[in-house]
Nanobody
Framework: VQLVESGGGLVQAGGSLRLACEASGSTFSINAMGWYRQAPGKQRELVARITSGGGSTNYADSVKGRFTISRDNAKNTMYLQMNSLKPEDTAVYYC?????????????WGQGTQVTVSS
């Protein structure tokens, strides 16, 4: 499974961005997908996660009500709509895909996309 993120950039506080993560390869094997972020000097943290059918989502408390995760399985693409952005949202955002292969869980990661929110 290969993951490629896009949509990052520089935005002013209060603005919006939409990230996309396109999957290729053995996409039929993907279970849950998610967005993580890592700010300088901090550990990578979960931002949002979505199940394979898109029926269940969960969010970090810090983004609830502002971010929306979704996926279009027909396009093998996951999205993160980010509204009301804050400077503390500045980080590299990574796409993650989980694959359960024969009872063993594998994590795949994209290369990351930079999101910078100016005050």
């Amino acid at each position: 499974v290969q993951l490629v993120e896009s949509g990052g950039g520089l935005v002013q506080a209060g603005g919006s961005l939409r990230l996309a993560c396109e999957a290729s390869g053995s996409t039929f094997s993907i279970n849950a997908m998610g967005w993580y972020r890592q700010a300088p000097g901090k550990q990578r943290e979960l931002v949002a996660r979505i199940t394979s059918g898109g029926g269940s989502t969960n969010y970090a408390d810090s983004v609830k009500g502002r971010f929306t995760i979704s996926r279009d399985n027909a396009k093998n693409t996951m999205y993160l709509q980010m509204n009301s952005l804050k400077p503390e949202d500045t980080a590299v955002y990574y796409c993650n895909a989980g694959v359960n292969a024969g009872g063993t869980w594998h994590d795949y990661w994209g290369q990351g996309t930079q999101v910078t929110v100016s005050s």
